[in-house]
């Protein structure tokens, strides 16, 4: 099913469940819960003792073909209603297909043990060490059993299920660009925020891929300023570029620091669960430091935002993956810049360029940039606030990365 295509599978769904009807509006305030551990993969179905899950990565056939970083807890806004009846109906994009999946589904922010039930994707019923619920404890996640469901690259999957009993904070991401639902007696809700769901995995079928790309990054790389429902995200663009070669998922969540904790985890304490715990992963994307360069507190040590890319290459490469990295982009005249920030960033351009942190760099700052105001962006790409990008810029960025290089088709490596 083409991605810009009708989403006739998701309107099929929606109406076959009108009897449940609807849901829950997401119009309860953001909670922040605290910092978390990194999330331990561990399954615990109905009355079974808790055992560790195998990782995602364990298994050489999967790869992930969607993943979102989990970002914060959210407040339930149904907890006083009759939960029994909720649906939650996440929509998700794929890059590429397979004959079976599975899911990750994580209680990460949650406080309390999450019962998760009648779970489904695409429809087809999902289990969980055979079992059709699973419980999840606070702060950990769940892999779920393969199932055998025909899955399309570049295609709308929807992945449904019910936590009849939740009480605490919903693990979400927010701002993802894409609609999904809930459903309950009373009615269907929109929303853009994935819940509980944080990664599907392929395999089989007659994929191409034999590798996956993380797209590691802040609201540049989860595509904030992009049109909703187009994924017109620059990982999405990527992923057409590679027609199912590749698989890709973004890890960009909107606000994200390396040095400190903002919206979601910092980048050092994500990055084990975030790049090194997806399915297949063998090149990441690192496009991070903007905002620990322009928010509050802002970091006026260009070292330290250098040190900390280049500790995550580091931390890459002992899992034998290939490191491609980006400079970071104009953004005077939106509201944070100043002369002092300006610096930096140009501070810690300078050193990417130079080589030492990256295998390859992605120079998009000066892909990206005003000729004649080179401390702002293009017009062309610039969503309106100066800092993030629209459609047309998230295409360009797209199409920076060297595709031959990545799939291996070129005999030596170029710079990118």
């Given at each position: 099913?083409?991605?810009?295509?009708?989403?006739?599978?998701?309107?099929?769904?929606?109406?076959?469940?009108?009897?449940?009807?609807?849901?829950?509006?997401?119009?309860?305030?953001?909670?922040?819960?605290?910092?978390?551990?990194?999330?331990?993969?561990?399954?615990?179905?109905?009355?079974?003792?808790?055992?560790?899950?195998?990782?995602?990565?364990?298994?050489?056939?999967?790869?992930?073909?969607?993943?979102?970083?989990?970002?914060?807890?959210?407040?339930?806004?149904?907890?006083?209603?009759?939960?029994?009846?909720?649906?939650?109906?996440?929509?998700?994009?794929?890059?590429?297909?397979?004959?079976?999946?599975?899911?990750?589904?994580?209680?990460?922010?949650?406080?309390?043990?999450?019962?998760?039930?009648?779970?489904?994707?695409?429809?087809?019923?999902?289990?969980?060490?055979?079992?059709?619920?699973?419980?999840?404890?606070?702060?950990?996640?769940?892999?779920?059993?393969?199932?055998?469901?025909?899955?399309?690259?570049?295609?709308?999957?929807?992945?449904?299920?019910?936590?009849?009993?939740?009480?605490?904070?919903?693990?979400?991401?927010?701002?993802?660009?894409?609609?999904?639902?809930?459903?309950?007696?009373?009615?269907?809700?929109?929303?853009?925020?994935?819940?509980?769901?944080?990664?599907?995995?392929?395999?089989?079928?007659?994929?191409?891929?034999?590798?996956?790309?993380?797209?590691?990054?802040?609201?540049?790389?989860?595509?904030?300023?992009?049109?909703?429902?187009?994924?017109?995200?620059?990982?999405?663009?990527?992923?057409?570029?590679?027609?199912?070669?590749?698989?890709?998922?973004?890890?960009?969540?909107?606000?994200?620091?390396?040095?400190?904790?903002?919206?979601?985890?910092?980048?050092?304490?994500?990055?084990?669960?975030?790049?090194?715990?997806?399915?297949?992963?063998?090149?990441?994307?690192?496009?991070?430091?903007?905002?620990?360069?322009?928010?509050?507190?802002?970091?006026?040590?260009?070292?330290?935002?250098?040190?900390?890319?280049?500790?995550?290459?580091?931390?890459?490469?002992?899992?034998?993956?290939?490191?491609?990295?980006?400079?970071?982009?104009?953004?005077?005249?939106?509201?944070?810049?100043?002369?002092?920030?300006?610096?930096?960033?140009?501070?810690?351009?300078?050193?990417?360029?130079?080589?030492?942190?990256?295998?390859?760099?992605?120079?998009?700052?000066?892909?990206?940039?005003?000729?004649?105001?080179?401390?702002?962006?293009r017009a062309a790409y610039d969503s309106g606030d100066h800092l993030h990008l629209n459609d047309a810029g998230y295409a360009r960025v797209a199409g920076l990365l060297d595709v031959d290089t990545l799939l291996g088709t070129?005999?030596?490596?170029?710079?990118?």
């Amino acid at each position: 099913m083409p991605r810009r295509q009708g989403y006739a599978l998701l309107i099929a769904l929606v109406a076959g469940t009108a009897a449940l009807a609807a849901a829950v509006a997401f119009a309860g305030s953001l909670l922040f819960t605290g910092d978390r551990a990194t999330a331990a993969a561990t399954t615990v179905p109905q009355g079974v003792a808790r055992t560790p899950a195998a990782p995602a990565h364990s298994s050489g056939h999967w790869l992930a073909t969607w993943a979102a970083a989990p970002v914060l807890g959210v407040a339930d806004p149904a907890q006083a209603q009759d939960q029994s009846r909720r649906v939650i109906r996440n929509v998700v994009h794929t890059s590429i297909g397979g004959a079976e999946a599975r899911l990750t589904l994580s209680n990460l922010f949650g406080t309390a043990p999450l019962l998760i039930e009648n779970v489904t994707v695409n429809t087809r019923p999902v289990t969980f060490r055979g079992a059709s619920s699973v419980t999840v404890p606070p702060g950990r996640q769940t892999v779920s059993d393969a199932v055998a469901v025909p899955v399309d690259a570049d295609a709308d999957l929807v992945v449904t299920l019910r936590t009849p009993t939740a009480d605490g904070p919903v693990t979400s991401h927010p701002n993802s660009h894409q609609t999904s639902y809930t459903e309950d007696g009373r009615g269907t809700w929109s929303t853009t925020q994935w819940r509980y769901l944080t990664a599907v995995d392929v395999r089989g079928g007659a994929t191409a891929a034999t590798a996956t790309l993380v797209a590691f990054g802040d609201s540049l790389t989860a595509g904030t300023g992009s049109t909703t429902d187009a994924n017109t995200r620059w990982p999405d663009l990527l992923s057409d570029r590679l027609h199912g070669r590749y698989a890709v998922v973004n890890q960009g969540i909107g606000g994200n620091r390396l040095l400190r904790d903002r919206i979601g985890p910092r980048a050092n304490d994500r990055f084990e669960r975030d790049v090194l715990g997806v399915s297949g992963v063998k090149t990441v994307v690192i496009a991070l430091g903007i905002n620990d360069v322009q928010l509050m507190p802002r970091e006026a040590d260009p070292e330290r935002i250098t040190g900390a890319l280049r500790s995550l290459t580091q931390r890459a490469h002992a899992r034998g993956l290939r490191v491609v990295g980006a400079t970071l982009m104009p953004y005077r005249g939106a509201r944070n810049w100043t002369a002092a920030g300006e610096r930096v960033r140009e501070r810690v351009n300078a050193e990417i360029r130079a080589g030492g942190i990256f295998d390859e760099v992605i120079d998009s700052d000066l892909s990206m940039r005003d000729p004649a105001q080179p401390q702002r962006l293009r017009a062309a790409y610039d969503s309106g606030d100066h800092l993030h990008l629209n459609d047309a810029g998230y295409a360009r960025v797209a199409g920076l990365l060297d595709v031959d290089t990545l799939l291996g088709t070129r005999a030596t490596t170029d710079a990118l």
